[in-house]
């Protein structure tokens, strides 16, 4: 079926330095999601993203974080500056915004802020 | 306080045997119900899916019953097979373009 591929799916950062995670979504599809889960806890919406705006973002969608997919490329999540409390496992998301309201999620990129 | 409830945290049965799944929803605004199911190392799936104008889902050996009164869905997986062991996830939303919200998952074991 359709695969949204997440790049890297791990990554281990210091604390106050800059990350940006990659999502490859689905190609016709219209709609973009972050989700974040920390471990033993269920995945949070953080924001989704459609026609190159942010149209919902949840209160965990901090400052320092931002979302873009310039010229329809990689759909990225860019934490500046991390924080300990970001590590987690970050889950991209997309769906095609029509009846079909599926949404097909990547693997997951593994974040480890030290 | 936690939008979508599951329970239990982890199931164990025995395969044929029927599984059941309990989720409940905090939100009346919410008018899709998926569930996910995960594999380890592997991107959550979408299972099967019900809107509030229905109150029985099927799909092969996957079932949704659902209560909009009470606000409570449950998914049975009757023949239950090793290969089903996973964990699944209960999510709800109030349409595709917002987020979905999610249980904490339940983790079914299905031994032979």
């Known amino acids: 079926g359709p695969k949204v591929l997440q790049i890297p799916s791990h990554q281990i950062i210091d604390m106050g330095q800059m990350v940006t995670l990659n999502c490859d979504p689905v190609s016709n599809h219209l709609y973009f999601y972050w989700y974040k889960q920390i471990l033993g806890q269920q995945m949070e919406f953080l924001v989704n993203?459609?026609?190159?705006?942010?149209?919902?973002k949840s209160k965990l969608f901090k400052d320092q974080f931002s979302v873009e997919r310039p010229d329809g490329s990689y759909f990225t999540l860019k934490i500046q500056p991390t924080a300990l409390e970001d590590s987690a496992v970050y889950f991209c998301?997309?769906?095609?915004?029509?009846?079909?309201?599926?949404?097909?999620f990547g693997k997951g990129t593994r974040l480890t802020v030290v | 306080q936690q939008q979508v409830r599951q329970s239990p945290q982890s199931l164990t049965v025995w395969e044929g045997e029927t599984a059941i799944l309990n989720c409940s929803y905090e939100?009346?605004?919410?008018?899709?119900f998926p569930w996910y199911w995960q594999f380890p190392r592997e991107s959550p799936a979408l299972l099967i899916a019900?809107?509030?104008?229905?109150n029985k889902k099927e799909d092969g050996r996957f079932t949704i019953f659902f209560n909009k009164r009470e606000k409570k869905l449950s998914l049975h997986i009757t023949d239950s097979q090793p290969g089903d062991s996973a964990t699944y996830f209960c999510?709800?939303?109030?349409?595709?373009?917002?987020?979905?919200?999610f249980g904490l998952g339940t983790r079914v074991s299905v031994f032979p």
């Open positions: 939100d009346s605004t919410f008018d899709y």
């Open positions: 999510a709800a939303s109030v349409n595709y373009a917002q987020g979905l919200t």
């Open positions: 019900i809107r509030p104008v229905s």
């Open positions: 998301a997309s769906s095609p915004g029509t009846a079909n309201t599926e949404v097909f």
């Open positions: 993203f459609y026609n190159g705006k942010v149209m919902e």
